[in-house]
């Protein structure tokens, strides 16, 4: 016990940046936890909706207050599909924003290392939300399958908010110093290979510089790269030409 107090106080003040990181993290937690909440009620009120129109569409009176899903029941109506696929999608959209955008993947790295934990559980949402996905509004599916979808896409939405939020968070912060100026270098040399005002040769070699300051520090999907070689190759618009009138 005394050599603990002893150390405690020789480093009494690393107690002021623990409490600072501690409190950071509680933050983080908290909206976390928040979002989650607003999200399972944002689910119930879709799961009573749903069982309305269900009875609704057999011709059985509506009952009022909170609604109990029964997993037995037929199929679901398709509006309720329609909305969950247009979520689903929009969701799906943001995160290939992250993966095909080059410039997005040097300032945000983390939101494309599956290592991270919260990234590794956002795709594991979105596996499950894949997975359970109808095949269109009109399939012939129980509400049961609804209800779980419905939950998945729910889960799938909360998790990439929170890998966003923390991805942005994060940055580059994960790499050693000369890491950071090889991605800045990467970052600069971007702008040049996509800036039709350059040449096509000057575009050429910003491109291959930008793959060698990359390598061994982010994976670029294939995706990515035929993404960015697409922008690389455009042609330059020519210069639009003046006529002058002939002189005499």
Known sequence: MEPLLTWLGTYWWLIFPVMGVAGGAAKRWEWAARRRH???????RLKAELKSAELEAR????RQGPTIIDTTASVAPNDLLTR???EHDQITARWLDYELDVAKLIAFPAMSDGRQPLVAAFLRAKKTADALRPASADANVTEKQVSEYLDAVGAYAVAFEIAEKDARRLRDSTFTEPERKRLDRAQQLLKVAVDESATQAE???AYKRVRDELDGLILLSDEAVEVLEKQVAREISAPEQVHRPETL
């Open 59 to 62: 011709g059985l009176p509506k």
């Open 84 to 86: 969950l696929f247009a």
């Open 203 to 205: 575009r050429n070699v």
């Open 38 to 44: 607003e999200r399972r009620l944002e689910t119930l």
